[in-house]
């Protein structure tokens, strides 16, 4: 496929009118080809108002029409072959198979959205048929479904150039809700993002689909980010990336004539418990276990273990030294970007100038300038309860290792720390009545509790949930990973009384979708046959 260097609004590539910029190999700093055009906020009104046309028909497709369009992209993503990969190695410096894997995961989840739409529970039918008789007073007939907010701006996040950026979560679930997409491609892979935003357009068109579906855009973060996320056609974000990024975004959906959520993925430690149980068992496995999840893919993972608490005395210590060895034999990987090296190298510095702080263990450098050791440091559980800097996010190959005295020290720390994606608990049999005092502290604080596995690695399904109370995410209520992100971007919407020429398919008598539907409080399966009427 051809790199035009422009974004795609409404299917046609448009050179913009803004400034230039380019993708850069980080593990050379070198520019990489073509010039990628910025666009200007007046070109951005085309995509925004090219959405909004769209809205209409596309918010009403029928469930096969629907599924086939998000078929047809994981289709024709998977038909680029290997330039995909190529490009998208050149932009990251992620290596072959992390990217093969992840655009397995793309297109995954979007079959996976297609059975969504097909089935159809997302649209959340309930019917309470009239009452005539009932007294003192008689029962209308009222029904109810989800529609689709409207439009919605997708921000691509940095770290996951296919599974959360142009055809990633947060667009697969938008757009199996019926909402157009605006997506705002992050400029750190350019190439890898229009790549993908061509295969969508191809999808758009060969499904007969009114091109707003779908745009891809290039501008600079700070001023075209905010103009989409202003612009009146928008109604709703979905964000993969910085805390003060996603703030600044919340507040401008925020302060609108007309507000808008936001669910932004934002920052993340991860904290991982280890009780005693646990290091009764192979201590060596353990640390190596723990420093894999926190080196992977150079750190650079929004659920990679910022923070693993284990217990004083022995059998610590015993831990801590087998992590020194298991990170000291590990390299640096090339990092996402300069500036993300850059922003690692400032807070590994940070971290270990502050009070009570010390190196466990350091790995050496990778081959590349963007490639710094890896550093596992250690430090009490009083130090972290009263120094915030210790719960500062180090994006990149860097956890902190904090010893806990006593049950009470580890329901103190935990209750310190602030809203997360993740907890995971190390533990055997004998460790059940400790944790089990520590679960309702980790229920307010994370979005998913794992025992005895690490939390790198999501899996894509209809029970998980990848989200937490901020500043993991702006919105504790939701997920941006599985079935039900969906319900992001939808609203309920009742009708009373209407005459079934006028009522959606969804909620018609003769069910022509075959949905299954909550019938006067009773499920009813799309295959039995109800009588809606009273």
């Not at 990336?241 to 991860?270: C, F, H």
Request: proline share 7%; charged share 15%.
């Amino acid at each position: 496929m051809t790199l035009t260097g422009h974004s795609l609004i409404a299917g046609q590539p448009t050179a913009g009118e803004g400034k230039t910029t380019f993708g850069f190999n980080p593990a050379t700093n070198q520019a990489l080809e073509p010039t990628y055009t910025l666009l200007t906020e007046e070109q951005l009104r085309a995509a925004t108002a090219a959405a909004a046309e769209a809205f209409p028909s596309f918010s009403t497709l029928d469930p096969e029409t629907h599924a086939s369009l998000l078929e047809a992209i994981a289709d024709n993503i998977e038909a680029i072959g290997d330039e995909l990969i190529v490009r998208a190695g050149q932009e990251t410096g992620l290596p072959a198979a992390r990217l093969q894997g992840e655009r397995a995961r793309t297109t995954g989840q979007l079959r996976l959205f297609a059975t969504v739409v097909r089935q159809g529970d997302f649209r959340g039918v309930r019917i309470d048929p009239a009452i005539p008789e009932r007294a003192p007073l008689p029962r209308a007939d009222i029904r109810q479904r989800q529609i689709p907010l409207g439009p919605v701006a997708v921000f691509g996040a940095s770290n996951f150039p296919l599974a959360f950026s142009t055809a990633g979560g947060d667009t697969a679930s938008a757009l199996a809700a019926g909402c157009p997409v605006v997506f705002k491609a992050h400029n750190a892979h350019p190439g890898t993002s229009e790549l993908v935003g061509q295969a969508i357009t191809k999808a758009v068109k060969d499904n007969g689909l009114h091109p707003g579906v779908f745009s891809l855009i290039y501008g600079p973060g700070a001023s075209i980010g905010q103009a989409l996320v202003a612009d009146p056609a928008i109604k709703a974000v979905g964000f993969t990336g910085s805390q003060a990024a996603g703030v600044a975004l919340m507040r401008t959906a925020a302060g609108r004539p007309e507000p808008i959520p936001v669910y932004a993925e934002m920052s993340s430690l991860n904290p991982v418990f280890v009780f005693e149980g646990a290091l009764k068992g192979d201590i060596d496995a353990l640390a190596q276990q723990y420093v894999t999840a926190v080196t992977g893919s150079s750190g650079q993972l929004c659920t990679s273990p910022g923070l693993l608490f284990a217990p004083e005395g022995e059998l610590g210590d015993k831990l801590a030294a087998a992590v020194g060895r298991a990170v000291s034999a590990s390299a640096g990987q090339t990092m996402l970007t300069e500036g993300i090296a850059r922003s690692w190298n400032t807070g590994a510095e940070n971290l270990s100038s502050a009070d009570g702080v010390q190196v466990i263990g350091q790995g050496t450098p990778g081959p590349t300038e963007n490639a710094p050791a890896p550093t596992i440091f250690g430090t009490g559980v009083t130090e972290f309860t009263s120094n915030r800097v210790l719960h500062e996010e180090i994006f990149g190959a860097a956890s902190l290792v904090i010893r806990y005295t006593s049950v009470e020290d580890l329901l103190q720390a935990a209750t310190r720390i602030e809203g997360q994606l993740t907890a995971s608990l190390q533990l055997t049999e004998e460790d059940y009545p400790t944790a089990a005092r520590l679960l309702p502290v980790l229920e307010q604080k994370v979005g998913r509790i794992i025992v005895n596995g690490w939390p790198t690695g999501v899996e894509v399904g209809h029970a998980m949930v990848h989200g937490g109370p901020f500043p993991a995410t702006s919105d504790s209520r939701t997920t941006s990973v599985g079935t039900l992100a969906i319900n992001r971007f939808l609203r309920p919407v009742a009708y009373q009384n209407l005459p079934q020429e006028l009522l959606p398919e969804a909620l018609q008598d003769a069910n022509p979708w075959h949905l299954n539907r909550r019938i006067d409080g009773e499920v009813v399966a799309a295959a039995e046959k109800a009588e809606v009427s009273a």
